[in-house]
């Protein structure tokens, strides 16, 4: 942990460089949410304990299922039976499978599962002049890493306005409040539909757009590429995800943790990989997020910055070696 808080605090200081010294940046704050959670020592399981690595035939998989409709799809995933111990179920059918299998057939059902180490860095970011001029940053995003960037952006002074759909609010206020305090209570808060014309006008008259959704989860809400540049040229849309916006990846699910394991930012116990943190994919991201955001709002630049959990986590595990 002390070479990733290292490693941390070198991402904080570009960071808070880009603020122009405006953020005070705390690497071990930064990537902590005890004060809400009762959290266990990182090995086998996540912090957390919703996340588990598991051995397959040939490697090791990271499988995430803190949802109820993820447990739900086991015996799918498995061939189990209903009233298998899930877990129990995931193990038993993973040391009969390849690692590339398991996981591709848990994507497929929309599952949180990744092989460890299967991500890799992203390039540079590929962004267009055209971006000058103020106007505000509209964060459509919950949970933690894009909530995180939206919170930075906030501390280096600018507008920001969460804006939460009715429908599907962020859990993150009635599961962790002080996490929520930090993320959130530096931002204007509304409520209002996502597909309707009041939030396009926002997005028309802002600056910054922050997403965490996948591309075609927008996209059914009328929250296209083509449409939203097509109102805002000048627009710097940060999409967060879990392993990126375009292509297959596109439609993956993923959380702080399995992300995590799937950038290959664990230990080895000889043979068998250990979690070194709690979902450590989502700050890590949401800081390198905002960095890159300042950077292009400094220099002028517009279009799509695709920032993705896994990715930037298999930075900062080249970052350990």
């Excluded at 941390?8 to 704050?29: Q, T, W, Y």
């Excluded at 597909?195 to 996948?214: H, N, Q």
């Excluded at 068998?272 to 800081?287: M, N």
């Excluded at 997020?289 to 517009?302: K, R």
Aim: charged share 25%.
């Amino acid at each position: 942990m002390t070479a990733l808080l290292d490693a941390m605090a070198g991402a904080g200081d570009r960071l808070v460089a880009a603020s122009g010294g405006r953020i005070a940046f705390d690497p071990r704050r930064a990537l902590s949410r005890a004060d809400d959670l009762d959290l266990g020592e990182p090995g086998p399981w996540s912090p957390n304990r919703h996340c588990r690595l598991v051995a397959c035939r040939d490697g090791w998989i990271a499988v995430s299922l803190a949802r109820e409709e993820d447990r739900e799809l086991i015996p799918a995933w498995t061939g189990a039976g209903f009233d298998e111990d899930p877990w129990d179920a995931v193990i038993a059918s993973a040391a009969t499978r390849d690692a590339a299998e398991m996981a591709a057939a848990a994507v497929e059902l929309h599952m949180p599962a990744a092989v460890v180490g299967e991500a890799r860095a992203p390039g540079a970011p590929s962004l267009q002049p055209g971006g000058r001029g103020g106007g505000e940053v509209i964060d459509l995003s919950a949970l933690w890493a894009g909530p995180y960037c939206g919170a930075l952006l906030a501390e280096a002074g600018h507008d920001v306005i969460k804006v939460e759909s009715p429908d599907r609010p962020d859990p993150t206020p009635l599961h962790t409040p002080r996490l929520d305090a930090r993320l959130n209570g530096g931002k204007r808060r509304r409520q209002m539909a996502f597909g309707g014309d009041e939030l396009l006008d926002m997005i028309a008259a802002a600056r910054v757009l922050i997403t965490s959704a996948r591309p075609h989860a927008l996209a059914r809400l009328g929250l296209n590429e083509a449409r939203l540049f097509a109102i805002n040229p000048r627009l710097l849309w940060i999409a967060i995800t879990a392993h990126g916006w375009h292509g297959e990846n596109a439609m993956r699910v993923g959380f702080g943790d399995d992300c995590a394991a799937a950038g290959g930012l664990l230990i080895w116990e000889g043979s068998e990989p250990r979690f070194i943190g709690d979902a450590l994919a989502d700050p890590l991201t949401g800081v390198t997020a905002a960095t890159l955001a300042l950077e292009a709002l400094e220099a002028g630049e517009c279009g799509l910055l695709d920032v993705a959990l896994a990715p930037t986590a298999a930075t900062f595990a080249d970052a350990l070696r």
